[in-house]
């Protein structure tokens, strides 16, 4: 059971480039978020899914843009890098949305913007 | 504006020496309170939930409590494989409203 699978693992990217970043979970959960963690800050929520076919936007949504392409996959696509977007991406699902629901996290795509 | 304050921001024990770690919270609301265990490298991995005052919560060498201010992660004769970032999360509606704290980072060492 690989339960929640992020690619690419490491990313380089120039100022201006473009990327999407993969994430899927096999664990059959309605609920999928995106957060970054940086140095010396708490995780920070980008955009999430509460079930197929809905998306919101997070604390930090600027720059960013996801698809939830079905209830297993959902992507975060950077269009423009830019240097402040050098952070740890997280991919995570739950259950549900609810408050009772615990993230599960993939291992995380470590991206530098030069 | 919620916020979670972890404490402290390290930790070195010698395997054996008991401690405790803190996670302090003002928010809105609590609906629960979740610990998570990162290590180097890897996603954080969910270790427990609290959703009131007064509940405690034990898995192996752990032992997570909460009081209507903060909550507290005892680890108890702790061994090397204990080592990692022990994150805490403050629940106020959902997979959406979790605030994080910046963790405590636990070394222990023979």
């Known amino acids: 059971n690989a339960g929640v699978t992020q690619t690419p693992k490491f990313q380089v990217l120039k100022t201006g480039q473009s990327m999407t970043l993969q994430c899927a979970q096999d664990?059959?959960?309605?609920?999928m978020y995106w957060y970054r963690q940086d140095p010396g800050m708490g995780l920070r929520l980008i955009y999430y899914s509460a079930s197929e076919g809905t998306t919101d936007k997070g604390e930090v949504p600027n720059g960013y843009n996801v698809s939830r392409l079905n209830k297993r996959e959902f992507s975060l696509r950077l269009e423009s890098a830019a240097p402040s977007q050098t952070s740890v991406y997280f991919c995570?699902?739950?259950?549900?949305?609810?408050?009772?629901?615990?993230?599960?996290f993939g291992n995380g795509t470590r991206l530098t913007v030069t | 504006e919620d916020q979670v304050t972890q404490s402290p921001e390290a930790l070195r024990l010698q395997e054996g020496e008991s401690s405790s770690l803190n996670c302090s919270y003002t928010v809105s609301g609590l609906r629960g309170l979740f610990w998570y265990r990162q290590d180097p490298g890897k996603g954080p991995e969910f270790l427990f939930t609290l959703y009131s005052a007064g509940e405690e919560k034990e898995k192996e060498r752990l032992k997570a409590t909460l009081t209507k201010k903060e909550s507290f992660l005892h680890i108890t004769a702790p061994k090397p494989e204990d080592s990692a970032t022990y994150l805490c999360a403050a629940d106020t509606g959902g997979g959406n409203k979790l605030t994080f704290g910046t963790g405590t980072q636990l070394k222990v060492e023979l």
């Open positions: 995570a699902s739950s259950v549900t949305g609810g408050f009772n629901s615990p993230l599960h």
């Open positions: 664990m059959n959960h309605n609920s």
